[in-house]
C-alpha cells in the first residue's frame, strides 16, 4: 500500500517534467481502444462479476469501460467521485469481492498488452484510489 | 409540461407523452415504427436546451456527442429547440414487381430516388400513416429498384395489407435510410462472418453481394437459418452466389428435419457457426433478425476473439403497434 501512495504522489507532483505521463506512455486513446476488447472479454468470462457487465446494450458498455480505462490510465476524463458513486449504487451486492476481481482482470489485460509491472501497480493504485466511491462507502 | 421549437412551430409536451406523439399530432411528417426505443427512426437533432438521460439511452458516443436523440423516449422537461434528423429523407416509391417466396415471404420491388447504403433499412408508409421498418436487400450499384422482404404474419396489419391489397403500379412513401449495418471496403482481406435467421437475411444478401461487387478479398461465409428446408427463402440465389465466387461460401441451416437432407445443416444455428469459427479474432461480423437471437450471436462472437468495433448488427423488433394487434 505504502508503494502505491509513493508512485501515487510520483504520478500527481508534476516535479518530473522531462518523463512523459503514464496515459502518454501507455500510447494514449489508440491503448484504450486496444485494451477494451480484451477486458470487456474478461470481465465476461469471470463469473465472479460477470452479471455486472452482462448487458444486451454491448455498445453501450463498451462506451463506459473505455471511459473507465482512459482515466485508470491517468488520462483525461470527466470522473467525479459523485459520478462513481451514482454510477454504481444501483448493482446490488457490489462488495470488495467484485473491486478486487476487477482489478485482477484489468492487471491481467495490460500483462497480455505488454505493460511494465511499474506501469501496471501505477494503474492499479489509481483503481484504487476510487475504491470507496465505486462501494459507496 | 414543456414546450419544442421545432422548424417553424412550437409544440407542447404533455407530461406522461413524448415529443414524437406531440409532433405526430400537430401535423408533422416524422418517420418513425417501433415508438420504443429500439429502431432509432425517429432520431432528431437538438439545437438548444437539455435534453432527457432516456432520450440519447442506447445511442453511440459519436450521436450522443452531436446531440442526435430519439423523439419517441423524449418527455423534455425544459425548453428544447430541435430538428429533423439531417440524414433521413421521405421520399415517393412506386411498386413494380410483387413476388410471393417460399417461407411465406413476400418480396416487393419499388422505384424511387432514394439514397442508401444495401443493408440499412427504411420505413415503408402507407397513405393512412400505417408504417413498417424493412431492410435493404438490394444494392443501389446494382439494380435500380429498392427491394425489401417482407415476412406476412397471419395478425400482420402491414404485412397481410402488402399481401392482399398492395398492387403493382400503387405508390408508398418510404423513409430513410437507417442503421449503421452495411459493407464498408476499408479492409478488404478480412474475413466476413455473417448470419441471419428468417427475412434477417434479407440485409445479410445485400452486405453479401455489396461486399463481392466492390471486389472483396477475403473469404465470406454466410450461414442462412429457418425452421424447416422449405423456408429457405433465398436458397437459390445464395446457391449460384457461392459457385459464382470462389471466396463465397453458403451454409443453410434449419432447426428441424425428419432426414438430414442434402447440403443443410441441421440444429442451433449458433452453435453451428461456433462449430465452424471457435476462434473469430480478426473477422468482422453482420448479425441480422430477432433481438434474442442477434444478442446471443454478438456475445459468443466477442468471447470467441472478434473485436466489437467488428461486430454489426440489426436487429428486428416488433413494433407496438404489431405487438398489440
Not at chain 1, 452479471?51 to 446494450?57: A, I, K, P, R, T
Not at chain 2, 423513409?175 to 435467421?197: K, V
Not at chain 2, 436458397?235 to 463465397?248: H, M, T, V
Request: glycine share 8%; net charge negative; hydrophobic share 40%.
Amino acid at each position: 500500500m505504502c508503494s502505491f501512495m509513493n508512485k501515487l504522489k510520483g504520478l500527481f507532483s508534476g516535479k518530473e517534467e522531462a518523463k512523459p505521463s503514464l496515459y502518454e506512455r501507455l500510447g494514449g486513446q489508440p491503448a484504450v481502444d486496444a485494451a477494451v476488447d480484451i477486458f470487456y472479454r474478461k470481465v465476461l468470462a469471470d463469473d465472479r462479476i460477470s452479471h455486472y457487465f452482462d448487458s444486451v446494450d454491448m455498445d453501450g458498455q463498451i462506451v463506459k469501460q473505455k471511459a473507465f480505462l482512459t482515466m485508470v490510465f491517468g488520462g483525461p476524463n470527466n470522473y467525479s467521485g459523485k459520478d462513481l458513486r451514482e454510477g454504481h449504487k444501483h448493482l446490488t451486492g457490489l462488495n470488495d469481492t467484485h473491486f478486487d476481481a476487477v482489478v485482477e482482470n484489468l492487471a491481467a489485460t495490460l500483462t497480455e498488452l505488454g505493460v511494465g509491472g511499474d506501469d501496471i501497480g501505477e494503474i492499479a493504485g489509481i483503481a484504487e484510489s476510487v475504491r470507496d466511491d465505486v462501494l459507496n462507502r | 409540461m414543456a414546450t419544442v421549437q421545432f422548424e417553424d412551430s412550437m409544440v407542447s409536451v404533455a407530461s406522461g407523452s413524448n415529443l414524437l406523439e406531440a409532433l405526430l399530432h400537430a401535423g408533422h411528417d416524422i418517420p418513425n415504427a417501433c415508438r420504443a426505443g429500439a429502431c432509432q427512426s425517429c432520431m432528431m437533432q437538438v439545437l438548444d436546451g437539455e435534453l432527457p438521460a432516456a432520450a440519447q439511452q442506447g445511442l453511440k458516443a459519436t450521436q450522443k456527442a452531436q446531440g442526435y436523440f430519439l423523439a419517441c423516449c423524449c418527455e423534455p422537461q425544459t425548453h428544447l429547440k430541435v430538428q429533423r434528423n439531417p440524414a433521413s429523407q421521405s421520399v415517393c416509391a412506386v411498386v413494380v414487381d410483387k413476388q410471393l417466396l417460399p417461407g411465406r415471404v413476400l418480396r416487393l420491388r419499388l422505384s424511387s430516388e432514394l439514397d442508401y447504403r444495401s443493408g440499412q433499412f427504411v420505413n415503408l408508409v402507407r397513405e393512412d400513416g400505417l408504417s413498417r421498418a424493412y431492410s435493404l436487400a438490394s444494392v443501389p450499384e446494382l439494380e435500380p429498384e429498392l427491394e425489401v422482404q417482407i415476412r406476412i404474419h397471419d395478425d400482420g396489419q402491414f404485412s397481410q395489407w402488402a399481401l392482399n391489397d398492395l398492387a403493382v403500379g400503387d405508390s408508398l412513401k418510404v423513409q430513410g435510410a437507417f442503421g449503421d449495418c452495411f459493407y464498408t471496403s476499408e479492409n478488404m482481406q478480412q474475413p466476413l462472418l455473417l448470419a441471419g435467421t428468417g427475412t434477417g437475411l434479407s440485409p445479410l444478401y445485400g452486405i453479401v453481394r455489396d461486399a463481392l461487387r466492390l471486389g472483396h478479398d477475403g473469404p465470406i461465409h454466410l450461414f442462412a437459418g429457418a425452421r424447416v428446408a422449405d423456408d429457405l427463402y433465398l436458397d437459390k440465389e445464395l446457391k449460384s452466389l457461392a459457385s459464382a465466387y470462389r471466396n463465397f461460401t453458403y451454409t443453410p441451416v434449419v432447426l428441424e428435419a425428419e432426414i438430414q437432407p442434402d447440403g443443410i445443416e441441421v440444429g442451433d444455428i449458433n452453435q453451428i457457426m461456433k462449430a465452424h469459427y471457435p476462434d473469430t479474432k480478426g473477422m468482422r461480423a453482420y448479425f441480422c433478425g430477432s433481438p434474442e437471437r442477434v444478442q446471443k450471436l454478438r456475445k459468443q462472437t466477442f468471447l470467441a476473439g472478434a473485436s466489437m468495433q467488428d461486430i454489426h448488427c440489426d436487429q428486428f423488433t416488433p413494433s407496438s403497434q404489431a405487438v398489440a394487434a
